[in-house]
């Protein structure tokens, strides 16, 4: 189906290439796909015949990240890519892929990933007419101010990426979007992927009352209030919100223990609610908000979060889920999905490859973005449709 709604009006800024780093191959695909297809359409039209390299069979530029056996690295680009329009795509918290250094087998880490990323850039060599980093889960995002004698390592990575030669950064559900001051003449972007979240679970649960008297939306923190405030302002539902007491005296894997969670809205009697977040990790303050809620009365409990990392498995999730404490959890695939998780019957997966190729082919034809990072229409026309039937 071609693109809606997207008007392509101006001269392409050069020819389109696609970059995925080592594991994001599988989104790059379905990226690329969505591309293609877009653009094979248009055959017909008049609109940038002329222009060279603009309907392709593929977008994908080859690179590789070869390392040595010492565990160094370097970057190779595979083919000429001066004068294109890159967009690299890369996944920083992917520890599925492995290296080896000295015999032994090592997990990738984000500082792996975003060493690599670096690497790519230095090999384009400033050949490149304009790079875009396409980074959804953004890189140490959540060392991203200082409160004593520490690091300050996201505005640094930003910082670098810019001063590398890249003009623009796209995140998705950055931790704290304030951290795009140390970058201020650069492009910077932080989308939610509310549309995706609120289409996964109409495709999943037929029987949702959307309204205020039979539904709510929850922060699960103070930090997350903003993206909870729109999504109840675009359903028309009320919210609520937790805010975290913690110790700070005392310190524990970098970061105050929570001592409570305190709530602060109206009644839950009865009410399925939408939990909203920008991450799951190890699951525990999502846990412990769930249970607060079930105290309440609350009914179903549905989770949307942009990045599912599962950093202590899935086990705690299977025992929450059969105990009934959560009905479904939503994420995207911007980050890296197990087998074992896209099996799991809680589990919905929000495809956002889609949503990437368009922000993709509207930049490279340096159209504006601004119908692209809010989406109200889109999800009154998904609400209404899901409520006539």
Same mark, same amino acid.
């Given at each position: 189906?071609?693109?809606? *709604?997207?008007?392509?009006?101006?001269?392409?800024?050069?020819?389109?290439?696609?970059?995925?780093?080592?594991?994001?191959?599988?989104? !790059?695909?379905?990226?690329?796909?969505?591309?293609?297809?877009?653009?094979?359409?248009?055959?017909?039209?008049?609109?940038?015949?002329?222009?060279? !390299?603009?309907?392709?069979?593929?977008?994908?530029?080859?690179?590789?990240?070869?390392?040595?056996?010492?565990?160094?690295?370097?970057?190779?680009?595979?083919?000429?890519?001066?004068?294109?329009?890159?967009?690299? %795509?890369?996944?920083?918290?992917?520890?599925?892929?492995?290296?080896?250094?000295?015999?032994?087998?090592?997990? =990738?880490?984000?500082?792996?990933?975003?060493?690599?990323?670096?690497?790519?850039?230095?090999?384009?060599?400033?050949? &490149?007419?304009?790079?875009?980093?396409?980074? @959804?889960?953004?890189?140490?995002?959540?060392?991203?101010?200082?409160?004593?004698?520490?690091?300050?390592?996201?505005?640094?990575?930003?910082?670098?990426?810019?001063?590398?030669?890249?003009?623009?950064?796209?995140?998705?559900?950055?931790?704290?979007?304030?951290?795009?001051?140390?970058?201020?003449?650069?492009?910077?972007?932080?989308?939610?992927?509310?549309?995706? #979240?609120?289409? !996964? %679970?109409?495709? &999943?649960?037929?029987? %949702?009352?959307?309204?205020?008297?039979? =539904? =709510?939306?929850?922060? @699960?923190?103070?930090?997350?209030?903003?993206?909870?405030?729109?999504?109840?302002?675009?359903?028309?539902?009320?919210?609520?919100?937790?805010?975290?007491?913690?110790?700070?005296?005392?310190?524990?894997?970098?970061?105050?223990?929570?001592? &409570?969670?305190?709530?602060?809205?109206?009644?839950?009697?009865?009410?399925?609610?939408?939990?909203?977040?920008?991450?799951?990790?190890?699951?525990?303050?999502?846990?412990?908000?769930?249970?607060?809620?079930?105290?309440?009365?609350?009914?179903?409990?549905?989770?949307?979060?942009?990045?599912?990392?599962?950093?202590?498995?899935?086990?705690?999730?299977?025992?929450?889920?059969? +105990?009934?404490?959560?009905?479904?959890?939503?994420?995207?695939?911007?980050?890296?999905?197990? @087998?074992?998780?896209?099996?799991?019957?809680?589990?919905? *997966?929000?495809?956002?490859?889609?949503?990437?190729? #368009? %922000?993709?082919?509207?930049?490279?034809?340096?159209?504006?973005?601004?119908?692209?990072?809010?989406?109200?229409?889109?999800?009154?026309?998904?609400?209404?449709?899901?409520? +006539?039937?």
């Amino acid at each position: 189906m071609k693109q809606e *709604n997207v008007a392509l009006n101006n001269i392409p800024v050069g020819a389109l290439g696609l970059i995925p780093m080592p594991g994001t191959e599988e989104l !790059g695909e379905e990226i690329n796909h969505h591309l293609v297809r877009w653009r094979n359409e248009e055959e017909d039209d008049d609109y940038n015949h002329s222009f060279v !390299g603009y309907h392709r069979d593929n977008y994908i530029l080859k690179v590789a990240t070869p390392r040595f056996g010492s565990g160094e690295g370097k970057g190779l680009l595979k083919e000429s890519a001066r004068g294109y329009d890159i967009f690299l %795509l890369c996944d920083v918290t992917n520890h599925s892929l492995t290296y080896k250094m000295c015999g032994q087998e090592n997990h =990738m880490s984000p500082d792996d990933h975003f060493q690599n990323l670096k690497r790519i850039i230095a090999a384009l060599g400033g050949k &490149a007419h304009r790079i875009t980093v396409i980074m @959804p889960f953004l890189y140490e995002g959540r060392q991203h101010k200082r409160t004593t004698r520490e690091s300050l390592d996201c505005a640094l990575a930003l910082q670098e990426l810019v001063n590398m030669g890249v003009e623009n950064i796209i995140t998705f559900d950055a931790h704290d979007p304030r951290v795009q001051n140390a970058i201020p003449l650069s492009g910077f972007e932080t989308v939610t992927p509310a549309y995706q #979240f609120i289409k !996964g %679970l109409l495709a &999943a649960v037929p029987d %949702l009352q959307i309204d205020s008297d039979h =539904m =709510m939306i929850i922060s @699960p923190d103070e930090g997350g209030t903003n993206r909870a405030v729109y999504l109840a302002n675009v359903l028309g539902l009320d919210i609520g919100m937790f805010y975290k007491r913690r110790d700070y005296s005392t310190i524990v894997n970098g970061s105050n223990p929570i001592v &409570a969670h305190e709530f602060l809205g109206s009644s839950l009697e009865g009410k399925d609610v939408i939990i909203i977040d920008d991450m799951i990790s190890s699951g525990d303050s999502m846990f412990d908000v769930a249970k607060e809620l079930k105290k309440r009365n609350a009914n179903r409990i549905f989770v949307a979060t942009t990045f599912g990392l599962f950093t202590n498995g899935l086990e705690k999730f299977d025992k929450a889920y059969e +105990e009934g404490l959560i009905t479904k959890i939503m994420t995207t695939n911007l980050v890296y999905q197990s @087998p074992e998780l896209l099996s799991r019957e809680w589990y919905i *997966n929000c495809d956002m490859s889609k949503y990437i190729a #368009f %922000l993709v082919d509207k930049l490279n034809n340096d159209s504006s973005i601004s119908d692209l990072l809010n989406p109200y229409d889109k999800i009154q026309a998904l609400v209404n449709n899901y409520k +006539e039937r």
